[in-house]
């Protein structure tokens, strides 16, 4: 893997340097989003992300995850991308211990309760509890029937998720490094919320055309000023890392 931003440091790099640049910063909180896009703009080939994935990409995404205190995932892509939760092999132990971080990382499901069924993969084969981020319209059968399932529900908002309550309930129990894996109407609304510190987007050598969507989806909202933080390529492959810069539109 070739990093080539910035410019002045361009050069091969190994998995030990590889993992520092994705190390989440020591700050009181991090939000990191992760996207892979086909060269075209397609977020997904027949409503799956994972055809769009290379080999250098899914070295980036495990990294996201091994460093991350909790995943952060919408209803919709948990159920259509078959997420059951983070299952660490000794590889991703060690690297988690090593960094002083729990064996495994919890997710935390964002849901108005419509798309998330309490026999959810993602709740029902998680090694560890998920947290189900959702909102006070939700019926109480429902978060019932979450918590029996073995999830820990966290109610934030009224008629929605309120995302900032939602990230703040996170961040009070300790899960500060924040790792989302989309999709894109939580990316959308995670942007508008000016929520979202580092964009994490693989553009994948392919064109899709079709009808796909793009990776961030919501009603028109101030756009975010980006700074190119590095960029790495790899057999097509570019791995870009974007952050949202401070005095920019948050």
């Known amino acids: ?39 075209d703009g397609a977020v997904e080939i027949g409503g799956l992300a994972r055809p769009l994935s290379t080999p250098s990409d ?40 090593r960094h002083g971080l729990a064996d495994v990382p919890p997710t935390a499901v964002v849901t108005t309760g419509r798309t998330l069924p309490p026999d959810a993969p993602v709740i029902t084969r ?36 309120d995302l900032a309550a939602a990230v703040s309930a996170l961040t009070r129990r300790g899960l500060r490094r924040i790792d989302c894996e989309g999709g894109p109407h939580l990316f959308g609304a995670l942007t508008g919320a000016g ?16 009808p796909a969507g793009r990776i961030a989806t919501s009603p028109l909202v101030r756009p975010t000023d980006l700074h190119l933080a590095t960029a790495l390529a790899e057999e097509g492959t570019l791995l870009l890392r974007y952050l949202t810069r401070p005095d920019g539109p948050r």
């Open 195 to 210: 929520l979202v510190d580092e964009l994490r987007l693989t553009v994948s050598p392919l064109l899709a055309a079709g």
């Open 126 to 161: 998680a090694r560890v509890p998920t947290l189900v981020l959702t909102c006070a319209s939700v019926p109480v059968p429902t978060r019932l029937a979450w918590q029996e399932a073995g999830a820990e529900v966290v109610v934030a908002g009224e008629d929605t998720v």
């Open 1 to 39: 893997m070739h990093l080539i931003w910035p410019a002045e440091q361009a050069r091969p790099i190994d998995d030990d340097e590889l993992e520092r640049l994705y190390t989440y910063p020591d700050r009181e909180r991090w939000l990191a989003v992760n996207f892979v896009a086909s060269a």
């Open 58 to 97: 899914r070295k980036v995404l495990r990294l996201g995850s091994d460093l991350a205190d909790v995943l952060l995932i919408g209803a919709t892509t948990a159920m259509v991308e078959g997420f059951r939760g983070v299952h660490p092999d000794q590889h991703t132990l060690d690297r988690r211990r």
